[in-house]
């Protein structure tokens, strides 16, 4: 028998979340435990696919199913849908199986029309039953019948200036009707019919369009940049009216079991008074702390306390409850687990273990490596003396700084070219998603902890501070007035968003550690990993601080820096200049020292663990100024009659060397192993100075593990001919020092050739290193210096890719050839060590993608080794 | 039991090439046949290789085992080595089991000192046996002691010009003694010891000699540049002497069964009286032609041609024989296949499968891909009016034009920038090849139609003109005298090999057709091969040449080359440089038409034949100036005040424009079907041609039959889309022309990512192309680019690479991802039609891994396809 398309919140429990969604599926589970929730069903998913599969069209039976669960639902309250002595009136709203802040449509008040609002009003009071009209009106018209919501508003405001008054309670009835009049106008003038005033037509109305909503374009948007399939569909929830606008002892509001910025245990959250729900979420008007509530109806606020608690502990998480208060009496509408800061995650997930609520396991899986990655971002120096332009609602932690703007288009075209923006608006909607992507952090004048700004913010992990209510936004104007001064949108503005503060210009930094419970949290994920977790480092504070967060080596250290440093640069330059073998072999020689001094600093940072230093990578040219910027001077000089000044004949030389060694395609040129192979003295050169750094360190007691690592490899020959030579030089090195270290020669998997030839390539190495950067580049044929800018966006828009490859490991193309490259290399060398450096190694997709596929070990940048732990240890439990 | 390490003559037949070397294997057979061959045996290539094996020490038994040969060697002669009477002299050569003709090295008159002479003088002549040991003493010092050539030639010129004779039978007697005695101290000196009189341990050292003469570098090169198997091992021919220099009616040569240029059958040769036999192969003196025997002496002639008939009939094959006469006694020392000229090869292929002595298959195995390109290369235009220098000997067809080279080295520099060279020597020696290789083509003034030069172009399907001798060549002073005018290194000259004229400057060229051999034996080849051939053509022109060669349509026809027309790139540029939508869409109306008549053209030429046409595949920036020329530009208007001129303007917008396109590595850049799918405007304008061209034909009565190919896809949705434009254009087209042709989508596949998705790939396409050029770019990470240029002659040199991927196609890496594409595009729809285009396309080896891989095609340049047709025959009789 076909599972029913509609489920009475009595029927179903928060096991059935995929199929009523996480709404029902809460609503459904209160009513079990027994707690104040207005009746009502939610139409499932199922349906929801079926009509998307049916091209738009309620599948069969769904009506009749539903005009049954109103039926009983109108036994339940003793109203009836549309009645015009005692109408029933229902809340519809959307509920997919993933919370979507903000991003689905609801419909309050639903089955009002001018005969059931005037019962209504006689039940109730009429001016109440006209603010409910009203709002009915305005909610059906922009969500069912997508008229602009600024219409509606804009009314509102005319009316309110034409009466004087500055707040919707103020509002008489006969402002009321008049507006309403003028609401019904506007659908009849821009909608081309008249609105739909028969309840049981407005109820299919609504189902209709959350179903649609689904697939509107905020909505695709931001499953796309949260990972949800867009195959899931959403139920709808029905539920009989509470009414938060009946008076000053309703109101409505959104409680939290902890404190969701610290994770504290205490009651937190905010009401708004005569008010109804989305008044709250949409933060239009700021509401009070719930702690308010407890003067002002202590009873209230004791039974929301202990729902709070109860359903902690029934869902043995922190919980994120909406309530409305009728005249007196306090409902239930949502429970779900509580969106919470990096750090409430960590402290509630530690918290709930050492309760035992939860086991380990679970506490790890509780938190997000992004939400880690947070903990690590920056903050506020609290020792500079920085400028307070203002103080806002500290809605989601870390500290950012950037040019202001004001919309979201612009904060996108800004982001794209590389520049730091914070996105500056009174409030944010939905609608300004890709602004809030695109930004740095974000600030918004209106608000609370719990609007749409912070909400989003937070789950992006990106600063944010609003209501912050002594600035003036001013959108056309583009400027922000405060404090007498005013800000336009050229210049930068610091945030705090972990205190609230607005800082005018940029302001220093601090990295903050790790807590105790991250630690702690980080020690269990540690017990469960089975991946290994490296770091990136080129300089002895970057090892440190690897070594700090936990890093268990350094799996890529990188050369090439050292050489762009500034006293390095001329040598090296000398050196590419070099005419004859003397002059290079003169330049090497200042090198090695320095090189050396590199190297002792970073393994003894390391002591005890190994250091994979890669031999030069970049092609000659980059050391060289720009051939453009040369041409021109030389050019210019020559005009100018110069052709024997001493800086002519420099340049001119530079400019030749320069062109000789130009390439079409650098990232295919003649870089890595091949430079190394080609010219023989630089690899030299450099495996002398680790060997040496590191004889030098264990005379003096440390534990120096050095390892070499070869880039660029395509050919196993390559590799063969570079260790016999590294080989060599580790022989001339511990003869001269009399220190014996074993050699252990590793190469990176940077080409698709090397990973079809891994197998052979293996017989010569002690571990493989996948460059996934550079295979991602080479297996898509993809520069990913070009392809960002030219095209990238728009494939990633348009669905062509669902993810940038070079932020998250690309499984079916370079996986493939990633695994391809372990199984063969394991195939000959069941030991071989196997890792991935670069970007992938520090992104939790990519590191699951890793531990499955059975490599040894990830290497990432020292900041994102915690969260690459974390994310290690979750994909051991998933698998 | 293990095999003899030494084989007598009588003891092995033409089946035991492989142990006996080809040298070895036609002695024994020529014995079996009753020719007068002097006796001798071989020792085998598996002693080599033992002795290779050992690191350079005879195996055990070798030498009792030579011992007995020679014993049995004394009874058959009557002489005995180091006899003081009747002493036994030998001739020992290297043979291996492929001809490496002047690669190996060859002792004669083994057996001399000073007591072994003057017995040879007492029976022969005193100033013959004194020539006999003046030139072993050199060979031996030279070959076995590796004492300079140059430096016994020396002593040879000294003592010429002391006497005032201009060659060496002048020398008289007294002469030939203080040349003895100065060669003795010349190797005393030199080697630190005296010279080996011994004739048993003479023979012992020259065994090691040849066995080591497999490992010397020019060996390896000819191995390598013919890829023979370093493995091999050569055998050692030791035979009993007989004299070509003993008197007027003694004499060396080499005659071949047919005319080694044509083909024709009549006995061709040449012949030098009172010399030995590498005298004549030298090429030191200009020997006459055999006809010149037929009247010197007759008989001998006339018993030639019978050997060289029945030899001929024997093998099967056209033979090259060298013979020597011995006091009007011929002796046959040699028979092997003869090299010969493409034209020659086709010629006597086609020839022995008419008179039925070989089948049509065998005959298509007979010429090498090769040979029948080199059958279309250029020759000198007849009509020309060119300037004449000299006339040589026609050694090797085909024409060439190139700067004068006087040494191999330069010629390698040289053709390594790109530069055509004709190197030009007195003559060549096996220490020449790497600049013959370089060359276009290779003149010498001495030598033969036999001499090094000659052999080794032919072999490489060089141009070649030798023994021109009224060219005086001065290696040092650099400069060629003819006709009293100079030519310096600096100058260009061109030299025609088919007919032997050396030409100044450069001359008109043409392409040579087939002739009607060529023409069968292609078509028999046609009937066994099962790969297809198509063509790669972007004009009409090229279309119809290569349906004359044989072409089965149009693989790859390339739109940017018709963008790049000088007509059309402003139009092109207009439409990159457009700044909105109605610009560019003007632009594209432009171009519309013109593209139109292109593909017209093309269909037309190829009526009944499907022609893939790829759409725009190279970056937009390719169609701007070069961004530092317009830079230096622009700044020194800049720098003369004219900013605001119009000039300044135009370039400063372009400039503008070039550097918002440029990209870091274009190769992996916005192109393709990126660019196809940012930019549809452009895909479309293009679909929209080619349907209107093919409709426009059709309704003209021809069979036109576009496909249409999209470049660069990695992921399947790229391709999903694109087809999906074209479809819809080619259903606009389609009502719009009331022609319904049937849509044929296809993809290149250049990417490793499209071949590790191909079985995603292929449920949107009618076939694939793989493009093998962007395919190795990416595989192996290399540019083409800059490789070539930069590393990759290095890597072949040091042999870290086999051969230059981007000329025979990379097997086991790039081979790998094509297998593995074709392969999963045929799991999901197998009959999916896959071809290999590019340059790989034309290359034999690459051919027959298509055919071993399954593909249905190879599409390569119009000369080529002949080549494919037969290569893809003989990989069809391999397989």
Redesign the interface.
């Known amino acids: 028998m076909a599972e029913p398309y509609v489920v009475r919140f009595e029927e179903g429990s928060k096991e059935d979340q995929a199929r009523l969604g996480g709404k029902g599926a809460g609503l459904a589970e209160m009513t079990r435990l027994g707690l104040p929730v207005p009746p009502g069903f939610v139409v499932t998913t199922d349906a929801c696919r079926a009509y998307m599969k049916l091209g738009g069209v309620f599948p069969a039976g769904l009506e009749e199913e539903v005009w049954q669960a109103v039926g009983e639902l109108e036994r339940q309250t003793g109203k009836r849908l549309g009645d015009q002595e005692r109408p029933l009136l229902l809340s519809v709203r959307s509920g997919a199986q993933v919370s979507m802040p903000g991003m689905m449509d609801t419909v309050l008040n639903l089955g009002l029309n001018p005969a059931t609002a005037e019962a209504l009003g006689r039940r109730a009071g009429q001016r109440f039953a006209l603010d409910c009209h009203r709002r009915f009106i305005q909610m059906f018209g922009n969500v069912v019948l997508h008229l602009e919501h600024d219409a509606f508003e804009s009314i509102l405001r005319e009316e309110r200036a034409a009466q004087g008054v500055a707040s919707d309670p103020e509002l008489d009835e006969a402002h009321l009707r008049r507006i309403i009049d003028r609401y019904l106008e506007l659908v009849e003038r821009v909608s081309g019919g008249a609105f739909p005033q028969d309840p049981r037509r407005q109820l299919l109305l609504a189902v209709r369009a959350v179903f649609d909503s689904w697939q509107n374009p905020r909505a695709k948007v931001y499953r796309r940049v949260h990972g949800i399939s867009d195959d899931l569909g959403t139920a709808v929830t029905v539920q009989a009216m509470v009414f938060g606008n009946l008076g000053p002892s309703s109101g409505t509001g959104v409680l939290f079991s902890r404190d969701p910025s610290t994770g504290a245990r205490e009651l937190y959250g905010e009401y708004l008074a005569q008010a109804q729900g989305e008044d709250v979420v949409a933060g239009i008007r700021t509401p009070r702390p719930i702690a308010q509530l407890a003067l002002d109806m202590p009873q209230v606020h004791r039974e929301l306390e202990r729902v709070a608690r109860l359903l902690e502990e029934h869902y043995r998480d922190m919980q994120d409850v909406e309530f409305t208060v009728e005249d007196g009496r306090p409902y239930v509408l949502q429970t779900r687990a509580g969106k919470r800061s990096a750090a409430a995650a960590v402290r509630v997930a530690v918290d709930l273990a050492h309760q035992g609520w939860i086991d380990r396991a679970e506490a790890v899986r509780r938190v997000t490596p992004e939400q880690l990655d947070q903990l690590l971002h920056p903050g506020v120096h609290p020792d500079a003396a920085n400028e307070v332009l203002a103080r806002g609602l500290p809605a989601s932690p870390g500290a950012a700084t950037g040019r202001i703007v004001f919309d979201a288009d612009t904060a996108e075209r800004l982001g794209r070219q590389g520049e730091r923006v914070i996105l500056v608006r009174p409030e944010t909607t939905p609608d300004d998603i890709h602004g809030i992507v695109a930004a740095q952090g974000v600030l918004t004048t209106r608000g609370g902890m719990t609007c749409h700004a912070a909400i989003v913010a937070r789950g992006m992990g990106k600063p944010c501070v609003v209501g912050c209510e002594s600035l003036r936004v001013d959108v056309q104007g583009r400027e922000v007035r405060v404090q007498g001064g005013v800000l336009g949108d050229d210049e930068v503005i610091s945030i705090d968003g972990s205190t609230g503060r607005v800082f005018r210009g940029s302001v220093p930094m601090i990295q903050p550690g790790m807590g105790e419970e991250t630690l702690e949290l980080l020690a269990w994920a540690d017990g469960i990993r089975r991946l290994g977790v490296m770091a990136n480092a080129d300089t002895p504070e970057d090892a440190e601080l690897a070594r700090r967060f936990g890093a268990e080596g350094v799996g890529l250290c990188r050369t090439e820096h050292m050489f762009m440093a500034r006293d390095r640069l001329p040598v090296v330059q000398a050196m590419i200049l070099a005419e004859d073998q003397a002059q290079r072999s003169a330049a090497l020689d200042r090198l090695m020292p320095m090189q050396e001094g590199d190297f002792y600093g970073i393994l003894k940072a390391m002591a005890g663990l190994p250091v994979a230093i890669r031999l030069l990578d970049p092609p000659l040219h980059e050391f060289l100024p720009d051939?453009?910027e040369l041409?021109?001077e030389v050019?210019?000089l020559d005009?100018?009659g110069e052709q024997w000044s001493e800086e002519y004949q420099r340049k001119s030389a530079v400019l030749h060397k320069a062109r000789q060694l130009a390439?079409?395609?650098?990232?295919?040129?003649?870089r890595g192993c091949?430079l190394g192979?080609?010219h023989p003295e630089i690899y030299r050169m450099q495996a002398r100075a680790i060997f040496r750094a590191a004889a030098r360190l264990v005379r003096e007691g440390v534990d120096a593990r050095p390892e070499v690592m070869i880039p660029?490899v395509?050919?196993p020959?390559?590799i063969e001919?570079i260790r016999r030579d590294v080989a060599q030089v580790h022989e001339e090195v511990a003869r001269e020092s009399g220190v014996a270290l074993p050699l252990v020669v590793g190469t990176m998997m940077?080409?698709?050739?090397a990973c079809?030839?891994a197998d052979r390539i293996a017989r010569h190495v002690d571990f493989l290193s996948f460059g996934t950067n550079?295979l991602t580049?080479?297996?898509?044929?993809?520069?990913r210096?070009?392809?960002e800018g030219?095209?990238l966006t728009?494939?990633l828009q348009?669905?062509?890719?669902a993810d940038n490859p070079f932020a998250v490991l690309?499984r079916?193309?370079?996986g493939?050839?990633v695994a391809m490259g372990v199984a063969r290399a394991r195939s000959v060398k069941p030991a071989v060590r196997a890792g991935v450096c670069g970007e992938h190694g520090g992104e939790p997709r990519s590191i699951a993608f890793c531990h499955q596929r059975g490599l040894t070990y990830v290497s990432c940048s020292p900041y994102r080794v915690p969260l690459a732990r974390l994310a290690a240890a979750q994909a051991a439990l998933e698998g």
């Open positions: 051939i453009e041409a021109v050019a210019l005009e100018r390439e079409f395609n650098p990232m295919l040129g003649f091949r192979l080609i660029l395509s050919e020959r390559e001919a940077e080409v698709p050739r079809l030839l550079d580049q080479t297996t898509f044929g993809f520069s210096d070009d392809a030219k095209f728009r494939y348009d669905g062509i890719l690309d079916e193309g370079v493939q050839l």
